[in-house]
């Protein structure tokens, strides 16, 4: 076979498969690298199956927030229960979007102010 | 045909009726759409096989590509090392050395790229004919199981890593081709916990040939298909596959791949340009796919899904009133002059009129009576009424009636024949039955007398569902259209009117791009108006399946049916029976108008009629007469572009010039078969249209490189006409006949080649098909049989031909003998065919002498009777005349075109229809007719007939109306009753003739006539 770097190629399909997109993306921060992106459980694994695509990055940081969420109670309505955690697990990734939606906002400001000859910058 | 006062009964027959069987065990399961597909990756698959040209057409080397995002990464050529000479071999190595392509034996192309690039890189799978090639490639193959029962599955490897391929044909033009599981654990053991499995892989496979079906709506081998989308790289000839394999042989192979990727570039640009994001294009099938991708695209979830629990008896009463478009034929065999008039989009114009695309969005739907309401519509409306576009607004309602020698649309056997065939005719009916208003309005219409109505039911929709998306045509936000607020039909058709208008001459970018977009536009109008509200999927049910049949009565019954029927995703059954009743009430009132102006009528099809001048009329006025009823139409015109729904088609004007009428003619021999020609100032036929009905499931005797030496080759090209040559040069000949006052004698012997036996080809398309090889293909190797999907070919037995079969106890029962059915394994050549031909019933060789030819498969072509009208037996001519049945006994059916293509090429075949039989009310009833002719005739008698014994008889008339085996026997019953029953009225009218007879010449006399004894005579007529 002369495809260049099957194997490699090979790994991506399934990479993608497992993902369940042909483009996967990061919600928060907008990496596209597919070896890099994760099946995030907003609501945690185990009590919703919803996914969303984050960076390994942005993963961790969410995973994180995720073990301060209220613990799992045998006695609560299951149904509430889960859309609430969602609701949780939604939050977090909105927080690290408004973040990058932040860094983005500076750098563009940095961008358009003028430089020091009197210019604004390209 | 005159529509004036009803004949007296010419036939007593039972009726069929559609009905609607549930599963038993539960609600039928709901469609309930999976999560989303992941659609295929950037890799693409071309591959084509080349074969040997025998009965096997096993492999000999076939060519691919592998593309990435459409760039080509990898050519190559595959052989089968036991097809193929060491010299060709060295043919093979040589070219690909010379052209940088890969050559791989066919398990390794099987191995590293039909699974390699194809599963593991989920590849498109791109093919031309797909089914035949995976066969040639497999090398073993078995049925299929599970929702694929009916199917294929091949093992294409040795590694059992590789999951096996199944193939399950739906039509000659569409296949469902997919991966079987592998065989190992799809899901890890986290997942195994939780009782979840991963979902199957099942590759993402598109078939050219079906995908340009779907999107054109005609057919197409590749070569054509190449010459219609203009690739730069078409098809090219080659003719020499006998021979070794050479360099031509390969050149013709690569570019056949090369040919089948650039159709597939452009038809999946096609598929884009539709819009329909939601559906891949690896998911349609036909036009109906696109039909169903479209409703999808807008969000509309099927009425189904959204009302579960809608009252399955009201979807039977529903199904009861459904009867397909009118195809029949008014003036059979005789020479007339007409004009074609065919109707504007049909039905989604109807559907605009009747507002039904508030149905389609709507989250259900509501009924209530509507008795007296119906009745008073029915009363009061009238021809004129009929123009205003808020009269069809009301005709959502059905109608339970009354029949007393309306005319209605009538299902029945008529004249014996096997099928049964839809027909207008006088029905009276002991009981009710159900109907559309628009129906009972066109009995009002033709008969002047408004049937009873015992009840009516009007619908209206619930309100719309939410969620509905907007679509645009090709991305233009021009050409949107918008399904909560447009009346999506009204939109589509205006849409195209306006598309069309803007077509100049010449072949612009800008032409080519509007040409593009008003298809679009056709096929969004064909596939979502009709088929996909009544589509049913019929599949064998196994032994324990029972069903409850829901039918015009008012009670459904169990039965164990040996087929049932799913309903297709957007199935809606009050829709597809309201618009076919909106259009045959189109129908009819064209018919009334035709009356009224002193026209007659050759034939309906559907959507059109062609009106008939009567002999004395002088041609202006012939014109003039038709105009006013192609005018009386405007009124009806929903769009928002003027004129007439009803327009004048351009067979009627001249092909030199589009705006000069010239005289046409029409030759009609039953429902769609008829032609339509000029005649040449020297009297000789010009055919402009012509139908090839009753001819298509025939082999081209012959074709343009050998045509026939005295016929004038055909003025308008063939496609317009819509036959091939040699259909065209039979219909010459039929109409030269008619010219020639001798319409019963066509010669046949205008090309030698008639006289060849008569081929149809079909493939083994199911497991059961190539079980009649399977004596063929005992102790060969996969490579070497007759394979699933490979061509098969069929013949005909000469009428006269059966050997008798000598009963030695003819009291015995005897099995019924099957008749002979030949087939031959796959012949392009009649004479091979004819040789090799033999029973599939049997097994027997066949004589080359006992096959019909060509000339005898057509000799009563022209002669083909008109069964649902009087006046259309074999030699009848002239104005066919409406039955008037006396509908009997009902008997409920499902999908009466199940595998109709099946049919067409292998001959009827009555086990394909889903029957439910009769109602445990219908059985009562026979059992009281069976009992009153039992003093008449013996049980012996009737046993025998029936091939049934007296204690079957017995049973049946003292079971249970409503036992699984009163159910079982009925239909059996009724061809008994009605048998006997005929038997006992022709046998009622000689008694009476005898004793006018005996009264007029007195009793001795009579009986010495008759040559009987005077004592039994008399002792006969005082019973």
């Known amino acids: 076979m002369t495809i260049p770097d099957y194997a490699k190629e090979v790994r991506k399909q399934d990479r993608l498969h497992k993902l369940g997109s042909n483009h996967p993306i990061c919600g928060t921060c907008g990496e596209t690298d597919y070896r890099c992106l994760d099946n995030h459980h907003p609501a945690d694994y185990g009590r919703d199956e919803a ?45 690290l979007a408004v973040e990058k939606l932040r860094e983005f906002a500076m750098a563009l400001i940095e961008r358009a102010s003028p430089d020091p000859d009197g210019e604004a910058q390209s | 045909m005159t529509a004036c006062n009803p004949p007296p009964i010419t036939d007593e027959l039972p009726i069929s009726l559609r009905a609607f069987a549930c599963p038993v065990t539960g609600p039928s399961k709901r469609y309930v759409d999976s999560a989303p597909r992941l659609g295929a990756s950037c890799w693409t698959l071309i591959f084509d096989c080349e074969t040997t040209s025998d009965d096997a057409q096993r492999l000999r080397f076939g060519t691919y590509q592998v593309r990435e995002s459409g760039d080509l990464i990898e050519e190559g050529i595959f052989f089968d090392p036991a097809s193929v000479s060491p010299s060709e071999r060295r043919t093979l190595r040589r070219y690909a050395k010379s052209k940088g392509l890969q050559l791989l034996t066919s398990d390794e192309f099987v191995d590293r790229i039909f699974y390699g690039v194809g599963y593991r890189l989920r590849a498109t799978i791109v093919g031309f004919n797909l089914p035949f090639d995976i066969s040639r490639i497999a090398i073993e193959s078995s049925s299929a199981r599970g929702s694929m029962r009916g199917g294929f599955s091949f093992e294409l490897s040795a590694d059992k890593r590789w999951p096996r391929l199944q193939v399950k044909h739906l039509s000659s033009k569409a296949s469902i081709i997919r991966f079987a599981a592998p065989f190992k654990q799809r899901s890890n053991r986290s997942m195994q916990k939780k009782g979840r499995k991963e979902a199957v892989q099942r590759g993402y496979f598109v078939d050219v040939k079906t995908l340009a079906f779907a999107l054109f709506a005609r057919p197409f081998s590749l070569a054509k298909l190449c010459d219609f989308l203009g690739v730069e790289n078409p098809k090219k000839e080659f003719k020499d596959f006998e021979r070794s394999i050479s360099t031509e042989m390969i050149d013709y192979a690569v570019r056949d791949t090369q040919a089948t990727w650039e159709c597939f570039e452009k038809l999946s640009a096609r598929y884009a340009a539709l819009g329909l994001n939601e559906t891949s294009q690896e998911r349609i099938y036909s036009e109906a796919s696109v039909g169903k991708a479209c409703l999808k695209a807008m969000g509309i979830v099927p009425w189904r899904e959204r009302q579960p629990d809608f009252d399955p008896r009201l979807i039977g009463t529903t199904m009861s009133g459904y009867f397909g478009g009118r195809s029949e034929i008014g003036i059979r065999r005789e020479l007339r002059q007409v004009m074609l008039c065919d109707f504007l989009s049909m039905y989604p114009t109807v559907c605009t009129l009747m507002r039904l695309w508030r149905f389609v969005i709507a989250t259900g739907i509501k009924s209530r009576d509507a008795t007296d309401e119906a009745r008073a519509l029915l009363e009061s409306v009238s021809l004129e009424e009929l123009q205003s576009k808020s009269v069809w607004q009301n005709l959502v309602m059905l109608v339970r009636a009354k029949p007393d020698a309306d005319i209605f649309p009538v299902r029945a056997h008529y004249n014996h024949a096997d099928q049964a065939t839809i027909g207008l005719n006088h029905l009276t009916h002991d009981g009710s039955l159900w109907f559309t208003l628009a129906d009972c309005i066109a009995s009002k219409l033709l008969t002047g007398k408004s049937p009873e109505i015992i009840q ?29 607020k447009d009346d999506f039909y009204k939109r589509l058709i205006e849409l195209r009117h306006e598309i069309k208008s803007k077509i100049t001459p010449g072949d612009s970018p800008a032409n080519r791009r509007l040409k593009t977009e008003q298809n679009t536009l056709k096929i969004w109008a064909n596939s979502t108006s009709y088929g996909i509200f009544v589509e049913l999927n019929v599949e064998d049910a196994s032994s324990k399946a029972e069903v409850l049949v829901h039918h015009s009565g008012d009670e459904p019954y169990r039965k164990k049916p040996s087929k049932i029927e799913k309903p297709g995703t957007y199935f809606h059954p009050l829709l597809a029976t309201l618009i076919t009743g909106a259009a045959r009430l189109m129908l009819s009132i064209t018919e009334r108008l035709a009356v009224e102006n002193g026209l007659e009528w050759s034939f309906c099809d559907t959507d059109s009629m062609a009106l008939a001048r009567p002999e004395p009329m002088g041609q202006d006025e012939f014109a003039a007469r038709v105009q006013y009823i192609i005018d009386w139409f405007s009124g009806l015109n929903p769009y928002a572009f003027g004129g007439s729904i009803l327009k004048s088609e351009s067979v009627n004007y001249s092909l030199d010039d589009p705006q000069e009428l010239v005289p046409l003619y029409c030759w009609a021999v039953s429902a769609k078969r008829y032609v339509l020609f000029n005649l040449t100032g020297e009297g000789k036929p010009v055919l402009r249209k012509a139908s090839a009905h009753g001819l298509g499931h025939l082999r081209a005797p012959y074709d343009e490189e050998n045509p026939a030496p005295d016929i004038a080759k055909p003025r308008d090209a063939l496609v317009n006409i819509g036959v091939e040559l040699w259909q065209h040069d039979l219909w010459v000949k039929v109409v030269e006949a008619a010219l020639a006052g001798k319409p019963n004698q066509v010669n046949l012997t205008y090309h030698p080649n008639l006289q060849l036996p008569a081929i149809s080809r079909y493939a083994a398309t199911s497991p059961h098909l190539l079980k009649w090889f399977d004596d063929h293909n005992k102790g060969r190797s996969y490579a070497d049989r007759v394979k699933p999907f490979g061509f098969l070919t069929t013949l005909s037995m000469k009428r006269v031909n059966e050997t008798p079969t000598i009963l030695e106890n003819p009291h015995k029962r005897h099995p019924s003998s099957n008749p002979t059915k030949p087939v031959s394994p796959y012949a392009d050549d009649p004479e091979v065919a004819a040789r090799n031909a033999f029973d599939r019933n049997g097994g027997g060789a066949i004589p080359r002498e006992r096959l019909q030819s060509y000339a005898q498969s057509l000799a009563q072509y022209h002669l083909h009777p008109e069964n649902k009208f009087l006046n259309g037996n074999w030699l009848d001519r002239g104005p066919t005349e409406r039955r008037h049945v006396k509908g009997g006994a009902i008997q409920n059916i499902g999908k009466e075109a199940n595998e109709w293509e099946k049919q067409v090429m292998l001959g009827f075949d009555r086990d394909a229809q889903p029957t439910f039989g009769l109602s445990p009310s219908d059985i009562l009833g026979l059992q009281q007719s069976l009992a009153h002719l039992l003093p008449t005739f013996s049980k012996t008698a009737m046993a025998e007939f029936a091939q ?76």
Do not use: W
């Open chain 2, 948 to 1023: 049934l014994t007296p204690v079957q008889i017995e049973r049946f008339l003292s079971a249970d109306c409503r036992s699984a085996f009163a159910i079982e026997l009925a239909p059996k019953m009724l061809k008994l009753a009605q048998h006997f029953r005929r038997r006992a009225a022709t046998e009622r009218s000689e008694l009476k003739a005898l004793r006018r007879r005996v009264e007029e010449i007195g009793l001795r006399p009579a009986a010495r006539e008759i040559g009987c004894d005077p004592s039994n005579l008399n002792r006969r007529l005082k019973v």
């Open chain 1, 51 to 95: 996914t969303a695509h984050v960076c390994a990055n942005c993963h961790r940081k969410v995973s994180d927030e995720q073990k301060d969420h209220p613990a799992f109670d045998p006695d609560a309505d299951v149904l509430l229960d889960r859309i609430a955690h969602f609701l949780l697990g939604l939050a977090d990734l909105l927080v």
């Open chain 2, 456 to 484: 009516a039911i009007t619908f209206a929709p619930k309100r719309k569902q939410n969620a509905l998306r907007k679509i645009r045509i090709n991305g233009n936000d021009d050409y949107a259209i918008d399904p909560a």
